[in-house]
């Protein structure tokens, strides 16, 4: 049984930080890309970044380029998004997926992702 689980997410002021980790269990994490997404109140989930297998390529949405980064320790079988100079606009509910397959199309399109966390919430107070 395959369980993602998300953790990190918290109350920052913006400008600050924060990081989220994400764990993938039953499966083997260094077959798969792995994305983070977002859902913010009132509005459809959107694709945050995605990392490729073995994380030698990385894409990102334009609103989070220069101030995010995504990681992932395949030993540890752990996804990563570093956040940096929160904006307002990132207050989130934060999901980490794993990919159908090994490479990214994008930052992340929903439909390649096939297991889902349950979210950890971002709150950046402006």
């Known amino acids: 049984q395959v369980q993602v689980v998300e953790s990190g997410g918290g109350l920052v002021q913006a400008g600050g930080s924060l990081r989220l980790s994400c764990t993938a269990s039953g499966l083997t994490f260094d077959d798969y890309a792995m994305g983070w997404f977002r859902q913010a109140p009132g509005k459809e989930r959107e694709g945050v970044s995605c990392?490729?297998?073995?994380?030698?390529?990385?894409y990102y949405r334009d609103s989070v380029k220069g101030r995010f980064t995504i990681s992932r320790d395949n030993a540890k079988k752990t996804l990563y998004l570093q956040m940096n100079s929160l904006k307002h606009e990132d207050t989130a509910m934060y999901y980490c997926a794993t990919a159908r397959g090994r490479w990214c199309r994008s930052e992340g399109d929903q439909a390649d992702f096939g297991y889902w966390g349950q979210g950890t919430k971002v709150t950046v107070s402006s």
């Open positions: 990392i490729t297998w073995g994380g030698g390529m990385t």
